[in-house]
């Protein structure tokens, strides 16, 4: 008897511990996000290889053109869907971005800001029409698209 009742205890035990198993395995998949979603806020443009983190892009440029350190201002005091973790986003990103510019959508073809820089006058930017991505004089105007981490 005492025999039969730890087989019993020792499958229900096995059985627990796949279930949690398997209860681990749905729920990270069930997170997962892929370019293009509507996502905390904005539109996926990047994901990184877990499928869970990434980066967004707000669903429209912040109106008007900016100088670089308003178009940084702009970024950082911008609050849309509930969040307020929004930025100016780096070069890398900025080029993501533009890579993906069709599934965001709603970009002009103009110039927009990175909030890297090159220099005391000088700050990286990328033409939406031709991708093309250099230094523009800071005092420039031009566009902003706001990006949050998730």
């Known amino acids: 008897m005492k025999l039969l009742a730890k087989a019993c205890v020792a499958r229900l035990w096995v059985m627990l511990l796949f279930s949690g198993l398997s ?5 990270a998949v069930s997170f997962a996000v892929s370019i293009g979603q509507r996502y905390q806020g904005g539109i996926v443009f ?4 877990s499928r869970q983190h990434g980066l ?5 440029d912040l109106p008007g053109a900016y100088d670089w350190q308003g178009a940084k201002d702009a970024g ?8 307020s973790d929004w930025y100016l986003p780096g070069k ?10 069709s ?4 970009f002009a073809v103009l110039t927009y800001w990175s909030s890297t820089e090159d220099g005391a006058g000088y700050a990286w ?12 004089v800071k ?10 981490a998730f």
């Open 23 to 27: 209860m681990v395995s749905v729920s």
């Open 103 to 106: 599934v965001v959508g709603g």
């Open 139 to 148: 005092t420039s105007a031009d566009r902003v698209r706001a990006v949050r």
């Open 46 to 49: 990047y994901v990184d290889e």
């Open 125 to 136: 930017a990328q033409d939406f029409g031709d991708g093309f991505q250099g230094q523009f």
């Open 56 to 60: 967004v892009a707000a669903t429209r």
């Open 92 to 101: 890398w990103e900025l080029n993501e971005l533009y890579k993906h510019k």
């Open 76 to 83: 950082e005091r911008f609050v849309d869907g509930g969040f």
